[in-house]
């Protein structure tokens, strides 16, 4: 996986764009994005919540708009 501050695997933009309060953990604290599990939506900032988090599930709205824009090629 990338190394960087905002990585999205096997992800939507879309469904990892949520507030930060609404994520759930994926992962465990000063996890690294190499070491989020496949899947999960990893964003370093801020901190004090889940870097390594769940997806939004399919079906649900986003809290604000987004233009779902898939980051597989």
Aim: glycine residues 6%.
């Amino acid at each position: 996986m990338a190394s960087s501050e905002t990585t999205v695997s096997q992800r939507t933009e879309c469904q990892c764009k949520m507030e930060a309060k609404e994520r759930r953990n994926c992962g465990y604290p000063g996890i690294t994005a190499e070491q989020c599990r496949k899947g999960c939506c990893f964003r370093s900032h801020p901190a004090g919540v889940p870097w390594c988090f769940y997806h939004r599930q399919e079906g649900v709205s986003p809290s604000s708009h987004c233009e779902c824009k898939s980051f597989l090629t």
